[in-house]
């Protein structure tokens, strides 16, 4: 299906910058081959023989983009979080994640994680799977039906998982990662590989030196776990005395930014030396304000991260976090800083909704290029909301009706979606 050319009339609402959301009540938003071409009130002669869908009285917003989600984790969301991290991965995840050598349970548990993203306001995400090749290229397929534009990792580990799901070692995890390449060249429209070693425990030097050297092969991105919990990050200490920090352990071996287009998820504990060498490599940071919080990891700095200019975008991280929304993630952002603010540090202030709509649209979608806006050449990403707002808003403002639906909306209301200028629904 090719990319078209029409116009979509509405309620208009996105961000320019993480401090400018603009708001036009009732206006046209014309897309022409898959690429935002303007905003008009009254609609140019040049446009006057496209098709015009009418969404008056709807939002119509850019689609969300999801940095980080575990899509085998999806069947146990909302479970299991009594535990911490370290404990929670083997209790939980670790389990779950080694049924998916049975491609027929891969199969039915991915469709149901397939189909809730397809239903979802999101239209750009970053997935993990698991270790197994076959159940990857399931995840892969069936994310390609969704229309949605994913990156889907084949999970690199060699050390410190059970039996069950670590990978024999590092020359056949990298072996793998080869043969799951291999298999992907050409299959896809929506969705491309991404390099995905799980965190530094779980990946010997070896494993991470050949993942280096595919990322390098291939041009691939790559994406990863940082600083999420104090156990994690002591251990990561014991394993990698040399490094100077824990990105640094990533960046030893070429895969913390640069020529690496690299997302990091948490950051919770990053200092100031590991979040300025994120900003000079041009890592991109994932908050996961709901999963820090259900598995006790803490509360990231995001403030500090928006005001140093590191890149930054929003991750559901299910099933650390329980909803693929990334309208939670919006407003757990600004709840989580509001905490962080008030009992840890009172010269981070809260995140404003401005910009936590920034982060879970453009400030995201950053990683996909230029994605997550309606600005003049952004490709056409778009999500219609019926809110159906009733009478007595009489007089409330678009931006307003936004932010009251990012925090009430019950994930219903999602009436159309399209992707670079495809509608998928």
Known sequence: MKPKSFILKGDICFSLDKDTLVTYEEHFLVCI??????????????????????????????????????????????????????????????????????????????????????????????????????????????????GIRTLVGKVNMDRNAPDYLVEKSSEQSAADTLAWLEACAGRYENVSPIVTPRFIP????????????????????????????TAEIELVGQLCSDAEFYGDAYDRFGLFGKDAPTIMAHCVYSGEKEILRMKENGVYIAHCPQSNTNIASGVAPVRKFVDMGVRCGLGSDVAGGTTES????????????????????????????????????????????????????????????????????????????????????????????????????
């Not at 991470?208 to 600083?227: E, F």
């Not at 019926?386 to 994930?411: C, M, N, Q, V, W």
């Open 202 to 229: 779980s990946c010997s030097d070896e494993l991470l030196r050949s993942l280096h050297g595919i990322q390098q092969k291939y041009a691939l991105p790559v994406q990863s776990h940082l600083s999420e919990n």
């Open 33 to 146: 081959n898959g690429v935002s071409a303007g905003i008009f009130k009254a609609l140019p002669q040049e446009y006057a023989a496209l098709e015009v869908l009418d969404y008056s009285g709807k939002l119509i917003i850019p689609g969300l983009t999801d940095l980080h989600i575990h899509a085998p984790q999806y069947t146990f969301r909302g479970i299991g979080m009594d535990d911490e991290l370290l404990s929670w991965l083997n209790n939980r995840a670790f389990p779950e994640e080694g049924r998916y050598s049975d491609t027929a349970y891969a199969l039915e548990a991915y469709q149901s994680f397939a189909e809730a993203m397809q239903a979802s306001a999101t239209t750009r995400a970053c997935i993990f799977a698991t270790v197994h090749v076959p159940a990857t290229l399931i995840l892969m397929d069936l994310m390609e039906k969704t």
């Open 326 to 425: 990334i309208f939670r993630a919006m407003t757990d952002a600004v709840q989580m800083s509001k905490i962080r603010w008030r009992l840890q540090d009172s010269t981070l202030r809260p995140l404003t909704f401005e910009e936590a709509f920034y982060l879970g649209t453009k400030g995201g979608g950053g990683f996909f290029g230029k994605v997550g806006s309606f600005e003049t050449g952004y490709e056409f990403d778009a999500v219609v909301i019926d809110d159906a707002p009733p009478k007595h808003f009489h007089g409330i403002t678009l931006r307003e009706r936004l932010e009251k639906f990012a925090y009430i909306s019950s994930g219903h209301e999602i009436a159309h979606k399209f992707v670079s200028g495809k509608q998928l629904f």
